[in-house]
């Protein structure tokens, strides 16, 4: 458990989907094949909000979200597209907050996908985490919940169609915490 309120990871950093079933162990490291190593960082509100603009710079998300809610509107200017930053706790984000983010190391260090923000972080910390290993102990905490074995596999989710925007959803097709166009 690394206490973060947020995770994010780039799109870049999923390689491929998980389909409905048994899941193994190279079905996840297809997922994550890099072994990047989760970092917790402190990051002001505004370099957040930085994050998920540069995240948003396309018009369509280019990262996936656990954690926080965040609407926006991409019809805005590159850099005036989110809207509001809402935590899983009903708590809004400001920009003089201060957050605890999980993120990879390639984004950690602020050069990453040119993912500025993250290298103005108020510390770091590594977890000593892979990427791979936490959605190893993600998905068995949901497989060794009682009734799981009728339940579908999870994953982190938003509200954007997977196949339109290449986000993952729960295998429901529910969204959860994540991006909302506004």
Avoid at 9 to 31: F, H, K, S
Avoid at 150 to 171: K, V
């Amino acid at each position: 458990n690394t206490e973060a309120q947020i995770a994010i990871m780039n799109n870049g950093g999923v390689r491929a989907p998980i389909e409905a079933g048994p899941v193994t162990w190279g079905d996840l490291y297809r997922v994550h094949p890099f072994g990047n190593l989760l970092m917790v960082l402190r990051l002001r509100g505004a370099d957040l909000r930085d994050a998920l603009e540069h995240g948003l710079r396309t018009g369509t998300p280019g990262i996936y979200i656990s954690g926080a809610t965040v609407r926006y509107d991409s019809s805005r200017p590159v850099g005036s597209r989110v809207l509001s930053i809402t935590l899983a706790t009903g708590e809004a984000v400001t920009d003089d907050g201060v957050y605890v983010v999980t993120v990879n190391d390639f984004l950690a260090n602020g050069i990453g996908d040119g993912f500025t923000a993250f290298g103005r972080s108020l510390g770091q910390r590594p977890t000593g985490i892979s990427d791979l290993d936490a959605l190893i102990a993600h998905v068995q905490s949901v497989c060794h919940r009682p009734g799981a074995h009728h339940q579908p596999y999870i994953l982190l989710t938003d509200e954007f169609d997977a196949r339109e925007s290449g986000i993952g959803r729960d295998l429901k097709g529910r969204a959860r915490h994540g991006l909302k166009p506004a």
